[in-house]
């Protein structure tokens, strides 16, 4: 008789229930008493349907094929046929002799629609923050003496306008997102190109939703004002309190930048109540506080939401974050996420929008062949109109996919995705958190090893222990206030790339 | 299920999805409808079934029987002897391709 096993699978409880989420389908059971002591017997090792009947009459199953086996019984009464029929059904179990279908591997069609282009209206900035990817000891462009402009022109931006509402398909909505350097030090160029995106949106029948990323140190009531009434939505990159802040964020003659901004933040957030505003803060190594940080983003700042990313360095910069500095990165991590679940329960709002993004994902069950979405539905754009996989490679000729003038490079976009895809990630084949990660940043990729195609392995332990996190805190919203997780099923909401 | 609960999205789409799908196609009324084979698969066809040798070994090889059905039934824009331009009588001495197919021979152009 053929034995079964587990196939890939990542068991977890949540409201003192067993859930259990499949890898690839992504797809999340809770499972009764029957089901999971199947599903954790077999999990052990392969055992055949008489083996587990045994089990389940009480007899402590040893030894098979003369091989070691744990001692385990199944708690009286266990259904094990209908059991291992549904388990069998979804796949979290199979007949280990049995050919497993392969997993199609599909590269998404060619035009992909374009939905978010970010903007690199400037290649300069007012700060000179220790840690940055694009001035800092690991960038990829010459910024000073490359031979990218140092601003976009008004003529490059509406090329880029005209670029993305053509590759934008059949989508009725266009993202434009403006980016740096400091996105502000090219105020009259984002404010030419807002009026010129309207206007060929609207002759298009298309709207163009916009949105910016800045330090702050240049917000000023007159742009603030802008912002408000344009719906531009606002993210301040800030790394928290006075002392957190100045200690990388600095203006060039090396004085922090906390006490420009502060006031400047509190006056957008005042007048700019037409977008939610969040912060995006970089984690860097040292002594982290991420709940203070928190704290102090929204209740002293004001922030509606705050999201947090590791730093994106080589490892052996003094900023980088090492193994321990993940662990505990990790454990802050989770005392902030029970905190969102807490409020999820009672229908508060909470800004940590690292978890309200993942749980999303999965909600949907969100598989990604693709880490992001950088050279499909994401494209980002130099100074000069040359378009790269995303705003992080906006400038570099190795990444180059095309200009605004001439159009994508499908070719090149065809051979990135074919050399991209999680198949070709070895590394990743038997990690059961590949359906969200899917090998991480490509950037990060190439800036720790010098390709983009490379599986971001310094932070796997990091990922599975997150995604883990997430998974606890979906399953206890799911027993706890299904009806928090609706708010994932609108379908106007687009789709991630799965 | 009885056991397990479809929680997000997904699951409750591989639920949906994994009903069995083989179905006898002389049941009426059909439980559900199933996937039709289609093309060359419905018919008995020579290089599908036996290979040149009336083996098993080598099918769907390139020899010429493989394209007696692309001949016949389907249309295959090249390197199909053509039934109604230049090798109407390809077929002629086959009048059963269960018992004639070996009669079926090189067509040349």
Redesign the interface.
């Known amino acids: 008789m053929t034995a079964w096993g587990a196939r890939e699978h990542h068991r977890f409880e949540a409201a003192g229930k067993p859930?259990v989420y499949?890898v690839p389908?992504?797809?999340?059971?809770?499972?009764?008493e029957?089901?999971d002591a199947v599903l954790r017997a077999l999990a052990e090792c392969p055992r055949t349907r008489d083996e587990l009947t045994e089990m389940a009459r009480g007899t402590e199953v040893t030894e098979r094929d003369g091989g070691h086996r744990e001692g385990r019984r199944l708690p009286a009464g266990t259904?094990v046929d209908?059991?291992l029929a549904?388990?069998a059904?979804?796949?979290a179990i199979g007949q280990v002799d049995a050919p497993r279908a392969p997993t199609p591997r599909v590269i998404p069609l060619a035009p992909f629609p374009l939905t978010t282009m970010v903007l690199n209206v400037t290649n300069q900035c007012n700060l000179s923050c220790e840690y940055c990817y694009e001035y800092g000891e690991d960038k990829i462009v010459d910024t000073e003496n490359g031979r990218q402009p140092k601003f976009m022109s008004e003529q490059t931006a509406r090329e880029s306008v005209d670029f993305m509402l053509r590759e934008s398909g059949d989508n009725k909505v266009a993202h434009v997102t403006f980016f740096g350097g400091e996105t502000l030090l090219n105020f009259p160029v984002l404010k030419k190109t807002i009026a010129y995106a309207r206007q060929r949106g609207a002759e298009l029948g298309k709207q163009v939703d916009f949105s910016l990323t800045t330090n702050g140190t240049l917000l000023k009531p007159e742009i603030i004002e802008f912002l408000a009434e344009n719906h531009v939505g606002v993210t301040i990159s800030i790394d928290g309190p006075k002392e957190v802040q100045d200690k990388f964020r600095v203006f060039h003659n090396g004085t922090g930048s906390y006490d420009v901004i502060a006031p400047k933040i509190k006056e957008l957030l005042k007048h700019h109540r037409s977008r939610p505003i969040g912060a995006r803060v970089t984690l860097t190594s040292g002594k982290m506080d991420v709940r203070r940080i928190y704290r102090h983003l929204t209740e002293e700042i004001g922030f509606w939401e705050v999201g947090f990313a590791p730093v994106t360095t080589a490892p052996n910069r003094a900023h980088a974050i090492s193994d321990a500095g993940y662990d505990e990165m990790l454990a802050q991590f989770r005392d902030l996420a029970y905190e969102f679940l807490e409020a999820a329960v009672e229908n508060r709002h909470h800004g940590f929008s690292n978890v309200k993004e993942t749980l999303e994902e999965?909600?949907?069950?969100?598989?990604k062949a693709f880490p992001c979405g950088a050279g499909l539905g994401l494209l980002g754009v130099a100074t000069d109109g040359d378009v790269a996989l995303c705003h992080r490679f906006a400038g570099s000729d190795s990444h180059k996919l095309g200009t605004v003038r001439d159009g994508i490079d499908r070719g090149a976009q065809r051979a990135f995705l074919e050399s991209h895809h999680i198949d070709h990630k070895t590394d990743c084949s038997r990690c059961w958190a590949r359906p969200l990660c899917s090998g991480g940043c490509y950037h990060e990729a190439y800036t720790r090893y010098g390709e983009t195609i490379h599986p971001n392995l310094h932070y796997c332990d990091w990922i599975r222990g997150w995604t883990d996190v997430c998974l606890k805190v979906?399953?206890e919203l799911?027993v706890r206030n299904p009806a928090f997780l609706s708010q994932f099923?609108d379908e106007s909401m687009k789709e991630p790339v799965s | 299920?009885?056991?397990?609960?479809?929680?997000?999205?997904?699951?409750a789409?591989?639920?949906g999805a994994?009903e069995p799908d083989v179905v006898a196609l002389q049941r009426t009324p059909l439980p559900q409808m199933p996937h039709f084979p289609i093309g060359c698969s419905l018919v008995f066809s020579p290089g599908w079934e036996a290979d040149r040798t009336g083996g098993t070994a080598g099918l769907c090889q390139p020899v010429e029987r493989d394209l007696f059905d692309c001949h016949i039934g389907c249309y295959w824009p090249a390197q199909v002897p053509d039934q109604l331009n230049h090798a109407p009588d390809w077929t002629s001495k086959c009048a059963a391709a269960q018992k004639d197919w070996r009669k079926i021979d090189l067509v040349f152009p």
Do not use: P
């Not at chain 1, 389908?25 to 009764?32: G, H, K, T």
């Not at chain 1, 999965?362 to 598989?367: A, E, N």
């Not at chain 2, 299920?1 to 699951?11: C, E, P, S």
């Open positions: 859930f499949l389908s992504a797809a999340i059971f809770e499972l009764d029957a089901a259904e209908s059991a549904e388990l059904r979804v796949q999965l909600h949907k069950g969100v598989s979906y399953g799911a099923d | 299920m009885n056991h397990l609960k479809a929680v997000n999205r997904k699951a789409r591989v639920e994994t």
